[in-house]
């Protein structure tokens, strides 16, 4: 595997760079590869790529989180000590939620192999109406203008069982906490928890932010460049919230009004038609702020899709997604998102390259020279003509899901599907299809529609799998016929990315038949129009020396 196993079927908590080191803290469970007695486990890294497993950093031990240890987050307070604050179960019978805090044993060790819980915890409890059952997951704090500290925690609106929240609180010292009397958003989407709240660059640069230990007008002065056009017009606010009954990350991007304490989505439309991080298997995730290279690193969790009996067979269970680097697409309507370019260290020496090749409708060309049970293929289409592109139903305009379902890899249509068939074996009895598929401008003058879909259905032969299909629109124009794919393939995880990094998709894979050397690669077109593959580089990809 080229990205964590996890002995737990929960998140990342509290990724962060200190002194030299990257650190991931996630929900781990000590005793078995199914869900419960869940402590905090740490492993740390020179390169987000070789892992080493420290003992575990949280574990329940007082009277605020003896019945678990659930998630949280970590900020970098202005001395540049870190801190976490996490989310404590204290009832046996009910999952009471508080918040506590954490601080390091000793500040002066880059590995923070220990930490103490202060004993005026729990920090922040359930009060005025709030749902002490759905109150979890503290964000990064940040600095406000006034010097406060900030800080959101998920929940549900006390004015609605249905209305996903989060709440904001304020701080001078992390030890006494106010919740401010609304939340700083909310919206009719049932329970948030997990939520992430963090600025990007408005101003096209890929450059990542951090608010933890400066003031927002520090950030809008110093990442303005102190020129005469620098204003907070140049910071836009993205607000991410996991959702508890559809299992899937959204997000918004929008202006935040520190004064009011409130956010507010560009969009009208955006809790409704979600723009999401990644459209496939992917949970609960957490970015964190990267200063050795001044990015912003997304991490995320993918659950297995095979049985609880095949978890305990192997031994483990959930993996992180490879860690992506997330900034703001330059028309400032989403988010962009690709791998880390450590990722790349991974790569073998030479890629087999594959140019200008014509894929005829129904035509599939294998890619050989390679293993490919681990691999990094990234490659770039071009179509002649948008002539044969199908009608969108209206039904489907706003629902990438279903159309996906109903068209799938095998379904003859106009423009697409093509792209990859990855994790195939010989005869093609089992393939996992990652494709394109392009549908006519709905409106006169308006730009072709692209799905994006990865569709396992015939991934394997072994029984009692989950394989759905995933997909998403892909907000990308496509008039001149170009568009570019790239899919990192791990054994049992596939994910893509599309347009550059505008639409992702990470999916749960199980073949029996191609594994290993017994795994082949093709680039595939089931549409009418031809479709050229300008070129497909593939490389086979090496395991990280150190594993977690």
Avoid at 335 to 351: A, S
Avoid at 425 to 441: D, G, H, N, W
Avoid at 476 to 504: W, Y
Avoid at 514 to 539: D, M, P, S
Wanted: net charge positive; glycine share 8%.
């Amino acid at each position: 595997m080229l990205r964590f196993q996890l002995w737990n079927p929960k998140d990342p908590n509290a990724p962060m760079y200190y002194k030299g080191w990257y650190h991931l803290f996630y929900q781990y469970n000590p005793k078995g590869a199914v869900w419960g007695n869940i402590v905090w486990a740490h492993s740390v890294s020179r390169d987000l790529v070789n892992w080493v497993a420290l003992k575990p950093a949280i574990e329940p031990s007082i009277k605020a989180d003896k019945y678990g240890c659930w998630s949280g987050s970590a900020t970098t307070m202005t001395d540049g000590t870190p801190v976490i604050m996490y989310t404590g179960v204290n009832r046996p019978d009910v999952n009471y939620q508080v918040q506590n805090v954490a601080f390091p044993r000793n500040a002066s060790d880059p590995l923070l192999r220990e930490w103490v819980k202060p004993g005026h915890n729990p920090v922040i409890v359930p009060e005025g109406g709030i749902n002490a059952t759905e109150f979890r997951d503290p964000t990064t704090a940040w600095r406000g203008v006034d010097g406060q500290w900030r800080l959101l925690v998920g929940s549900l609106d006390g004015r609605s069982s249905a209305r996903g929240a989060a709440y904001v609180y304020r701080s001078r010292d992390f030890r006494t906490w106010t919740r401010m009397r609304q939340p700083l958003h909310s919206a009719p989407t049932g329970m948030w928890e997990c939520p992430d709240f963090y600025p990007v660059t408005a101003d096209g640069r890929r450059e990542g932010l951090d608010v933890t230990s400066t003031t927002a007008a520090d950030v809008f002065s110093r990442h303005g460049r102190h020129s005469a056009d620098a204003s907070p017009r140049k910071i836009k606010y993205v607000l991410k919230n996991s959702l508890d009954l559809r299992r899937y990350d959204y997000y918004t991007v929008g202006t935040y009004d520190q004064k009011a304490e409130r956010y507010l989505p560009d969009n009208p439309a955006g809790d409704e038609h979600h723009l999401r991080y990644d459209y496939g298997n992917f949970y609960a995730s957490k970015t964190f702020y990267d200063p050795a290279k001044r990015r912003r690193i997304l991490w995320g969790w993918a659950n297995e899709s095979d049985t609880a009996a095949d978890d305990v067979a192997k031994g483990w269970a959930g993996i992180q997604a490879i860690p992506r680097k997330v900034w703001l697409d330059p028309s400032g309507k989403q988010l962009l998102q690709w791998p880390i370019e450590e990722i790349e260290k991974l790569r073998g020496k030479k890629p087999v390259i594959l140019r200008d090749r014509v894929l005829k409708p129904g035509e599939h060309v294998e890619v050989s020279g390679l293993q490919t049970a681990q691999a990094d293929v990234e490659v770039s289409f071009e179509v002649a003509s948008m002539e044969a592109a199908e009608r969108l139903d209206p039904a489907m305009a706003y629902d990438a899901q279903r159309l996906c379902s109903a068209r799938g890899a095998d379904d003859k249509g106009g423009v697409g599907p093509f792209g990859l068939w990855v994790l195939a074996s010989a005869r093609l009895e089992e393939k996992t299809a990652v494709f394109f598929r392009v549908f006519r401008a709905p409106a006169a003058g308006g730009k072709p529609v692209v799905l994006m879909c990865t569709d396992p259905t015939k991934s394997s032969r072994n029984p009692n799998l989950y394989q759905p299909t995933f997909a998403g629109f892909v907000d990308t124009d496509v008039t001149n016929g170009k568009i570019s794919l790239r899919s990192l393939i791990d054994r049992s995880v596939v994910e893509s990315f599309g347009a550059g990094g505008k639409a992702c998709i990470l999916s749960r894979v199980y073949p029996s038949l191609a594994v290993g050397k017994n795994a082949h690669l093709y680039v595939f077109n089931n549409g009418k129009a031809e479709v050229r593959v300008t070129k497909l580089a593939a490389w086979e990809m090496k395991k990280p020396l150190l594993m977690n």
